[in-house]
């Protein structure tokens, strides 16, 4: 049983960057497609990035492209979101997400708030 745990999330002015961490325990992460999300209050979760473990390609919604980035630490066991030029659209609870097969798995979420 694969458990995720997010962290880095917080209080960040326009313009700025955080980076989030998605690390995680009880499994052989390197062979699970990551994905994180976002759920803004009264809006649907949504599609944020995506690293497929075969191969290391990356994804993005468009509303992030070319801010944020997605990569992985096989090592640490942990995928991380580096988002630049923090917009304030951009405030939302964010989820990581671990795929492999059938298998699916959620982190509890960290809220990142942007100020205008």
């Known amino acids: 049983q694969v458990q995720l745990v997010e962290s880095g999330g917080g209080l960040v002015q326009a313009g700025g960057s955080l980076r989030l961490s998605c690390a995680a325990s009880?499994?052989?992460?390197?062979?699970?497609?990551v994905r994180w999300f976002r759920q803004a209050p009264g809006k649907e979760r949504e599609f944020v990035a995506a690293?497929?473990?075969?191969?290391?390609?990356?994804y993005y919604a468009d509303s992030v492209k070319g801010r944020f980035t997605i990569s992985r630490d096989n090592a640490k066991n942990t995928v991380y979101l580096q988002m630049n030029s923090l917009k304030p659209e951009d405030t939302a609870v964010y989820y990581c997400?671990?795929?492999?097969?059938?298998?699916?798995?959620w982190g509890q979420g960290t809220q990142i708030t942007v100020s205008s």
């Open positions: 690293i497929i473990w075969r191969g290391g390609s990356t």
């Open positions: 009880g499994g052989t992460f390197s062979n699970y497609d």
């Open positions: 997400n671990a795929n492999l097969g059938i298998m699916t798995y």
